[in-house]
């Protein structure tokens, strides 16, 4: 038996709610690509162990033509084939900042990601890192369930 949702986080506090979506959307507008976003989004969801974003951003990915081999192999994929250097490269930043060590982000980690994305497209890869951990955190603390 699933635990029960805590509250609506949408209605008790719309003002943070609609400040959380206008960050959204401004990632949806940026530069990177709309697949690189949710393999993102996936992979930190995944590491948070939200269920709500897992099941979304799975379904998205799947609808933009993801494979079901390389959703099943995401967790892995720096010893799994099939991923770009570029995919790579936002999957190690997502990673690093979903997972941010004492230490903060190494260098190479920072390093390799500024060389695959520059300045501009970094900070808003960093910003969707930031969004996607923002609203897994929401919906693991109020125990937002899955949509069907």
Known sequence: MSPEPRLSYTTVAPEAFRAVLGVSK????????????????LRASQ????????????KALRAMGETDRRLDI????????????????????????TRLE??????????NALGQFGEKTLV?????VTTINTWNRLNI????????
């Open 124 to 128: 808003e890869l960093t910003l969707a």
């Open 102 to 111: 004492p230490d903060g982000v190494s260098d190479a980690v920072y390093q």
């Open 74 to 97: 995401l967790p892995a994929w720096r010893d799994a084939p099939g991923y770009t250097e570029r995919e790579r490269a936002a999957l190690a930043w997502a990673e690093a900042l």
């Open 47 to 58: 590491i948070n162990g939200c269920a709500y974003c897992l099941a979304m951003h799975a």
């Open 141 to 148: 603390a109020f125990r937002n369930p899955p949509a069907d």
């Open 26 to 41: 401004a990632v949806k507008e940026c530069d990177l690509e709309p697949e690189l976003l949710e393999l993102v989004n």
